[in-house]
């Protein structure tokens, strides 16, 4: 609510009281009873803004699986511990095949002395002392002969677990000789060199979500680090229930700090553009709208804080957005906003570094 003195506002009443103890007038601040104060001011200049959405989203790794056997077997041989790094096709665990091991040998025996009498009657046939008949059967036994062995030989392969990808492996949670039946888990194996994050959109903002867009998450366990990612996938479904999208983005994680499961706060940067900005500690908000005091030049030399009306629109970061009222390079107060007045002789002191830099500023929320 703004007070009003005889029929002006109060900042028109402070501004001409300002105004008479200037020089010229009676004693005042900036008069020959006193000095000019000393202010801190910032320049008013362009900045990135976005739309803020704040939401909460679970990491998860790049590529994760259970270690689990395809078959009920005993595990024969581990070649992992916990926490070792493995690489693409690297054997981990080696299950019992002594049977499936004699039966590929008899196999590949039969094999062989199939592929030897085909040669034969391969020779004979050549010579005109075989039929094509004959030929053919033979050949058809020393194709099921070959046929026997690669079924051998996936049936060892399916007693041997690899890592599919490289990657990290967790705790282990079995030991040489247990018994194993598919599905019992033997350990994780996790790629976590990038993280994917999930989190889900209200259906009211989806147009301002795509691929591309860059986010800011944050987790507990590193409240003084931001990690900085872009949206990958957004889903082609919105839930009926609970009318959101689920949206994926992907966060570099060289450093493998982020692990999978950990609950993040994520801020989706949609929407950038510049604008004029100033600090919003420059701001006195009035029941009107917004003013800030502008440092002008005086007559006669000197300078003096000029009370401004401005229009802001966005805050965030410490900054606002100023949509009317400034123009680019125009300073303003800073510190010792509340004690100054209209018209007041002011000594500048320094220009306030920016709050938020030529970088993107963050929302909040």
Same mark, same amino acid.
Not at 27 to 36: D, R
Not at 49 to 55: E, I, K, P
Not at 192 to 199: A, G, Q, V, Y
């Given at each position: 609510?703004?007070?009003?003195?005889?029929?002006?506002?109060? &900042?028109s !009443? /402070?501004?001409?009281?300002?105004?008479?103890?200037?020089?010229?007038?009676?004693?005042?601040?900036?008069?020959?009873?006193?000095?000019?104060?000393?202010?801190?001011v910032?320049?008013?200049?362009?900045?990135? &803004?976005?739309?803020?959405?704040?939401?909460?989203?679970?990491?998860?790794?790049?590529?994760?699986?259970?270690?689990?056997?395809?078959?009920?077997?005993?595990?024969?041989l *581990?070649?992992?511990?916990?926490?070792?790094?493995?690489?693409?096709?690297?054997?981990?665990?080696?299950?019992?095949?002594?049977?499936?091991?004699?039966d590929? !040998?008899?196999?590949?025996?039969?094999?062989?002395?199939?592929?030897?009498?085909?040669?034969r $009657?391969?020779?004979? $046939?050549?010579?005109?002392?075989?039929?094509?008949?004959? *030929?053919?059967?033979?050949?058809? %036994?020393?194709?099921?002969?070959?046929?026997?062995?690669?079924?051998?030989?996936?049936?060892?392969?399916?007693?041997?677990?690899? %890592?599919?990808?490289?990657?990290?492996?967790?705790?282990?949670?079995?030991?040489?000789?247990?018994?194993?039946? =598919?599905?019992?888990?033997?350990?994780? *194996?996790?790629?976590?060199?990038?993280?994917?994050?999930?989190?889900?959109?209200? +259906?009211?903002?989806?147009?301002?979500?795509?691929?591309?867009?860059?986010?800011?998450?944050?987790?507990?366990? $590193?409240?003084?680090?931001?990690?900085?990612?872009?949206?990958?996938?957004?889903?082609?479904?919105?839930?009926?229930?609970?009318?959101?999208?689920r949206?994926? !983005?992907?966060?570099?994680?060289?450093?493998?700090?982020?692990?999978?499961?950990?609950?993040?706060? /994520?801020?989706?940067?949609?929407?950038?553009?510049?604008?004029?900005?100033?600090? +919003?500690?420059?701001?006195?908000?009035?029941a009107?709208?917004? $003013?800030?005091?502008?440092?002008?030049?005086?007559?006669?030399?000197?300078?003096?804080?000029?009370?401004?009306?401005?229009?802001?629109?966005?805050?965030?970061?410490?900054?606002?957005?100023?949509?009317?009222?400034?123009?680019?390079?125009?300073? /303003?107060?800073?510190?010792?906003?509340?004690?100054?007045?209209?018209?007041?002789?002011?000594?500048?002191?320094?220009?306030?570094? !920016?709050?938020?830099?030529?970088?993107?500023?963050? =929302?909040?929320?």
């Open positions: 609510m703004t007070l009003v003195v005889a029929g002006k506002s109060l &900042f !009443a /402070v501004g001409e009281q300002a105004s008479a103890s200037a020089p010229g007038g009676a004693k005042g601040p900036g008069g020959p009873g006193g000095g000019a104060p000393s202010v801190v910032a320049s008013a200049g362009m900045h990135t &803004f976005t739309d803020g959405l704040q939401v909460l989203g679970t990491a998860q790794a790049r590529e994760s699986i259970v270690l689990t056997p395809k078959v009920a077997d005993t595990i024969r *581990l070649r992992f511990e916990s926490g070792d790094r493995v690489r693409r096709g690297q054997v981990l665990v080696e299950m019992a095949n002594v049977e499936q091991a004699a590929l !040998a008899e196999a590949r025996a039969s094999s062989e002395a199939a592929q030897e009498e085909l040669r $009657y391969q020779e004979l $046939y050549d010579r005109g002392f075989a039929s094509q008949a004959r *030929l053919d059967t033979v050949r058809g %036994a020393a194709d099921a002969a070959a046929a026997r062995v690669n079924a051998g030989g996936s049936r060892i392969a399916d007693r041997t677990i690899r %890592a599919p990808f490289a990657g990290v492996v967790g705790l282990r949670t079995a030991s040489p000789g247990q018994y194993m039946r =598919p599905g019992d888990q033997i350990g994780t *194996l996790d790629d976590i060199s990038e993280i994917k994050l999930d989190f889900d959109v209200p +259906e009211t903002r989806v147009s301002s979500i795509a691929a591309g867009v860059e986010i800011i998450a944050r987790a507990g366990a $590193y409240p003084d680090r931001a990690f900085q990612g872009q949206i990958a996938t957004v889903d082609s479904r919105v839930n009926p229930t609970t009318r959101t999208v949206v994926r !983005a992907i966060l570099p994680n060289s450093d493998e700090m982020l692990r999978p499961g950990m609950l993040m706060t /994520v801020d989706v940067r949609s929407n950038p553009r510049q604008a004029l900005a100033i600090p +919003e500690i420059a701001i006195l908000d009035q009107d709208g917004a $003013y800030v005091y502008r440092i002008t030049a005086r007559e006669g030399g000197g300078q003096q804080a000029e009370l401004a009306r401005i229009q802001t629109g966005q805050r965030s970061g410490g900054m606002a957005e100023v949509l009317d009222g400034l123009a680019v390079g125009d300073r /303003v107060v800073t510190e010792g906003v509340q004690s100054m007045r209209p018209g007041l002789p002011v000594q500048v002191a320094g220009d306030a570094p !920016a709050e938020a830099g030529a970088s993107e500023l963050r =929302p909040r929320g």
